[in-house]
């Protein structure tokens, strides 16, 4: 892998070799495997927490309601009584929250196989975190950044581990800008917000890859986004909340770009993987190709360092 492999431009994949209906039969067992999934108590990441308990992986959900997980839990349970399911509370929101939940992880557990940075926030009004984020970086962008790097050690001594970032494709309207990561001096606009924190997601994504190319049996680091799919993260938004339902795919059609990101023994550093339909809105999960921004190098290193200032979470 090479830095040249993140600066092509955006272009449908033509006779994708990936092509292929994937699903979760393609998963193989997972006996062994130690799996952190952020957000697993709804959504997508209930559903990826559930097909990876399916297969026998320690499925560890990182989830702000803990009641709420619990009873996910029991019907994940009640569905495959063997479920090794490990329900820990993680405010992405606070960056105490993140360095609490990585210490305990870190003295409970000698492997972490697969990081599955899932959880998020989408056109909510307008709010700062803890630490004075703007709500939807912050979530989206910066707790997961400090997570992974708190993790990182772990990660690094695992064989083969992977990290897997969330993005969306509404990163293709995002352009960050730098001088106001936290809306202190514009007009605060939540989906503007919302698609630069996902773009804010490939930036770590394309980076960390570069980061670690030449580092051997370092983790692989992938990126997915689940085309539009019906969950409760539009419920902040009338109009997506309104026309979603009238076109999107179900969870587990969803989640299945994140799985295969996760799982896929063919994928690489720096693959993103998507729907292959009709502007990637729906379909199988495949490998797609992001904006001409999101490979934009400086843009990349700038939002690296930015996020290590303020995060105080050095790689």
Same mark, same amino acid.
């Given at each position: ?29 997972? =006996? ?6 952020? +957000? ?15 297969? @026998?992986?320690?499925?560890? &959900? ?12 029991? !019907? ?13 509370? #993680?405010? #992405? $929101?606070?960056?105490? =929250?993140?360095?609490?939940?990585? =210490?305990? *992880? ?23 975190? !803890?630490? +004075? ?15 992974? +790097? ?87 938004? *009338? ?29 690489? =550093? ?8 009709? &502007?990637?809105?729906?379909? @199988? ?10 490979? $934009? ?10 996020? !290590? ?7």
């Amino acid at each position: 892998m090479s830095s040249s492999n993140f600066n092509y431009k955006y272009t449908p994949l033509k006779n994708n070799k990936n092509m292929t209906n994937w699903s979760a039969q393609n998963i193989p067992n997972q =006996s062994g495997k130690v799996i952190i999934v952020t +957000g697993a108590s709804s959504g997508l990441g209930k559903e990826i927490a559930t097909v990876l308990a399916s297969k @026998n992986a320690t499925v560890v &959900m990182a989830v702000r309601n803990i009641e709420k997980a619990q009873g996910v839990a029991s !019907e994940i349970k009640q569905a495959y009584p063997s479920a090794n399911l490990d329900i820990r509370k #993680l405010e #992405l $929101d606070s960056l105490n =929250s993140v360095k609490e939940f990585a =210490s305990n *992880f870190l003295k409970d557990y000698q492997s972490l196989d697969i990081l599955i940075n899932n959880a998020g926030v989408m056109a909510c009004p307008f709010s700062l975190t !803890e630490d +004075g984020f703007e709500i939807q970086m912050g979530v989206n962008h910066l707790g997961h950044f400090a997570l992974t +790097g708190l993790l990182m050690p772990l990660l690094e001594k695992t064989k083969n581990s992977r990290i897997v970032a969330t993005s969306s494709i509404a990163h293709r309207r995002g352009n960050i800008d730098f001088d106001d990561i936290n809306w202190g001096k514009r007009k605060y606009s939540t989906m503007k917000a919302y698609s630069d924190s996902k773009l804010a997601n490939l930036y770590f994504t394309y980076e960390l890859a570069r980061k670690l190319e030449n580092k051997p049996g370092a983790p692989m680091v992938v990126a997915a986004h689940p085309g539009v799919t019906s969950t409760e993260l539009s419920r902040h938004s *009338f109009i997506f909340k309104t026309l979603i339902p009238l076109f999107a795919q179900k969870e587990d059609k969803g989640a299945l770009p994140t799985l295969r990101a996760a799982i896929d023994p063919e994928a690489k =550093s720096g693959d993103y993987y998507g729907p292959d339909g009709f &502007m990637e809105l729906g379909g @199988n999960a495949v490998i797609v190709k992001s904006t001409p921004l999101s490979y $934009d190098t400086a843009k990349a290193a700038k939002l690296w360092e930015l996020s !290590e200032n303020v995060t105080g979470v050095k790689y």
